[in-house]
């Protein structure tokens, strides 16, 4: 980070091996590199980039699943965020006993700073994970106030909202979002609704959204790419990837710009909310969760 300066936003669009941890790591840390030799100052990461999300049965999960906290995948990206003075989100197979979460964690140049768990398990990953218990926390960093989703999360506001309603800036969304055009009949040049999903709920809540996709597939399974960073207008802040290449989509914004409009007198999505017609906060419990 650069004193005052906007942070600049680094999306990693890879492909993931599945199963093949190691290697998955050694090309997210070199695309990590690359972001960090470019400015980069917040990195997201797609869902499950270190080990894929195709899985034949619960062995096959076992087998990638790691702690967080003194984790292979997590000790390597705190180290490079130590090393560049970044923060870098991602999520994870974690293990923790004998439950398997689908988590999203938030590293910076401290270090370790927090976890989210998915909140909503999609398809087949009902086998194999539990669904999130820590709520939707949101981290306060010197960038700004960073919230973490999972994938199918994306489909809920509620996620966004609350997660809005708790002040943070930005909602870093690692997704494996698949290529749907043919079946679902997507209007050029979208292969997966996920770009409308971000920058929909950036404009309802006035916040940041990154989502970050994955490319390549597994079988006749493939991922759509079109990571996205949208602004809290809605709109993009920079065209979104490419539906098939690895690369890296970058964005400089100030986090705190969402902050400055919240209580314009006609326009606000959040303070005027009809909470008399609607609950003020969804029902959320935050001491729930602490």
């Given at each position: 980070m650069k004193g005052n300066a906007p942070a600049k936003i680094a999306c990693i669009q890879m492909d993931v091996a599945q199963g093949e941890v190691d290697k998955n790591l050694e090309k997210a840390?070199?695309?990590?590199?690359e972001a960090c030799g470019n400015g980069a100052d917040l990195l997201v990461l797609p869902e499950?980039?270190?080990?894929g999300c195709i899985f034949e049965n619960r062995k096959q999960v076992y087998a990638v699943a790691e702690e967080v906290q003194g984790g292979k995948t997590a000790n390597y990206l705190e180290k490079l965020a130590r090393e560049h003075r970044v923060y870098i989100a991602g999520s994870i197979c974690e293990l923790d006993g004998v439950d398997i979460y689908n988590t999203s964690i938030l590293v910076g140049p401290e270090g370790y700073i927090g976890?989210?768990?998915?909140?909503?398990?999609?398809?087949?990953?009902?086998?194999?994970?539990?669904?999130?218990?820590?709520?939707?926390?949101?981290?306060?960093?010197?960038?700004?106030?960073?919230?973490?989703?999972?994938?199918?999360?994306?489909?809920?506001?509620?996620?966004?909202?609350?997660?809005a309603l708790q002040g943070a800036d930005i909602v870093c969304v690692s997704f494996n979002a698949m290529d749907v055009k043919k079946a679902r009949g997507l209007p050029d040049p979208y292969y997966t609704m996920m770009p409308a999903l971000c920058m929909a709920n950036s404009l309802s809540n006035h916040i940041f959204v990154v989502g970050c996709n994955r490319?390549?597939?597994?079988?006749?399974?493939?991922?759509?790419?079109?990571s996205t960073i949208s602004d809290q207008w809605g709109g993009l802040v920079t065209?979104?990837?490419?539906?098939?290449?690895?690369?890296?989509?970058?964005a400089e914004v100030d986090l705190c710009d969402s902050r400055r409009k919240y209580f314009h007198p006609t326009n606000s999505r959040l303070a005027n909310r009809r909470t008399d017609v609607y609950s003020a906060d969804l029902g959320y419990q935050p001491e729930k969760y602490r």
């Open positions: 840390g070199s695309l990590i590199r499950m980039f270190n080990c976890k989210y768990r998915k909140l909503h398990p999609c398809e087949d990953e009902v086998y194999w994970v539990e669904p999130g218990d820590l709520g939707i926390p949101v981290f306060h960093t010197p960038i700004g106030r960073i919230a973490l989703l999972v994938c199918l999360d994306a489909y809920y506001p509620e996620c966004f909202r609350i997660a490319i390549g597939g597994v079988g006749t399974v493939r991922f759509a790419g079109q065209p979104m990837a490419s539906h098939d290449r690895e690369e890296i989509l970058y």
